[in-house]
């Protein structure tokens, strides 16, 4: 006791400045790579450290527990512990509970930063029941990694609306309105290869002829004019198990038309791409 008492004296005598709030989140990472979900929340003054920790976040073993420990400026570390349970979703008896004691330290550069270290974990009567490693990122900095991956999220979904898949049988005039100046034409068999062929013509101009669909997709590229363009799919062999069925993805710089052909031997669909 007595020699706490020093320590504590010795910190306080040697650490004279304004409080700091700290926000962390992170995992905790047990010796056989289980990961933990882990944040903290503490204030550090004259280098004592008061606040709390959660574990299990979001889960019904969800648990808070009081931490108190030292800040050390010079080699920018922190000795911390959990010290009580202040509650829990779990149901688990109290003296079940594993309370951990940490050896963490700031690092990188220019605000970027996080805790890093190691911690032991001890029950009630002192036993281990736990060890591994931290590692911890500021709260604001991870929420604000959220908010760009949702706002790049958000523009991929306006960039890459799909329309309804289109079923088009033998004869059928469809119409689709264009934005960007080029065309791109994805044309495969996604059922058994069964060796259906079509003809493939683009404004007059045959791109595909009597070509085999595979499962694997074949990409076609076609810059177009103004107004109206034609696009033909015929169909030059039913293959096997007629009709000739195939998945054609038409794509605008930012909608898919994803359609589907059925057709017998011989017989053909439109689709009027309009610019």
């Known amino acids: 006791m007595r020699n706490t008492l020093t320590l504590i ?13 700290f926000s962390y989140l992170g995992t905790l990472l047990l010796g056989n790579n289980t990961p933990i979900s882990f944040s903290m929340e503490f204030q550090e003054k004259n280098g004592i450290v008061n606040g709390y920790s959660v574990t299990n976040i979001n889960t019904p073993d969800e648990t808070k527990s009081k931490i108190s420990g030292l800040y050390f400026k010079n080699e920018k570390s922190f000795q911390l512990q959990e010290t ?18 940490m050896t963490l330290s700031l690092k990188g550069k220019f605000g970027s930063k996080r805790l890093e270290g190691t911690f032991t974990g001890n029950f009630l009567d002192s036993t281990e029941c736990a060890s591994g490693k931290i590692v911890l990122m500021e709260s604001a900095k991870i929420e604000r990694k959220i908010k760009k991956i949702k ?12 329309e309804t898949t289109q079923i088009l049988k033998d004869g059928v005039d469809f119409t689709i309105n264009w934005e960007s100046n080029k065309l791109e034409l994805f044309i495969w068999d996604a059922n058994k290869e069964d060796g259906d062929k079509i003809q493939l ?6 791109i595909l002829d009597d070509f085999e669909t595979k499962n694997k997709q074949k990409k076609v590229k076609y810059k177009l004019q103004k107004g109206e363009n034609i696009i033909e799919i015929k169909s030059t062999n039913s293959g096997t198990s007629p009709p000739n069925t195939s998945h054609i993805e038409l794509v605008d710089s930012h909608t898919k038309h994803p359609i589907i052909t059925q057709l017998e031997l011989g017989k053909l669909v439109i689709i009027k791409v309009v610019k």
């Open 84 to 101: 009580q349970i202040l509650s829990t979703q779990s149901e688990a008896a109290l003296n079940t509970f594993c309370y951990i004691n």
């Open 151 to 162: 706002k790049k999220i958000e523009k991929k979904r306006e960039k890459g609306k799909i």
């Open 201 to 206: 013509t683009i404004n007059g101009n045959i």
């Open 9 to 21: 004296f010795f910190i306080l005598s040697n650490f004279v400045y304004s409080q700091n709030t």
